[in-house]
């Protein structure tokens, strides 16, 4: 059983910077997912173990980067230019195999999940 764990959380104003991490004991392709009050989970970024290829929502392109360290154990979300509507807790999901470059974008396909990590913006 893998067990992720995710830092980084915080609360900053509308247009600052985060940066969260997650932690697994091996390799997987990885992926970030949000969810605001409210509202259902949401897609933000995946990556492979490898650090290609990435892929990131519409909604934190140009602002979000996903990426990973640690030979592939550790992925981070880089997170700029932050907006009110990225308020949600945020959590860090790992696939053993099941996700692919057609449904990296799927919560079902990964297999681990983080507990979550708070992220708000607010001025």
């Known amino acids: 059983q893998e067990h992720l764990v995710e830092s980084g959380g915080d609360t900053v104003q509308p247009g600052g910077s985060l940066r969260l991490s997650c932690t697994a004991s091996?390799?997987?392709?990885a992926a970030w997912f949000r969810q605001a009050p409210g509202k259902e989970r949401e897609f933000v970024a995946a990556?492979?173990?490898?650090?290609?290829?990435?892929y990131h929502a519409p909604s934190v392109r140009g602002r979000f980067t996903i990426s990973t360290g640690n030979a592939g154990k550790t992925i981070y979300l880089q997170m700029n230019n932050l907006k009110p509507e990225d308020t949600a807790i945020y959590y860090c999901?790992?696939?053993?195999?099941?996700?692919?470059?057609?449904?990296?974008?799927?919560?079902?396909?990964?297999?681990?999940w983080g507990p979550g990590t708070q992220v708000t913006v607010s001025s």
């Open positions: 999901a790992a696939s053993s195999g099941s996700a692919t470059t057609s449904n990296y974008d799927r919560a079902g396909v990964y297999d681990y």
């Open positions: 091996e390799r997987y392709a």
């Open positions: 990556i492979t173990w490898r650090g290609s290829p990435r």
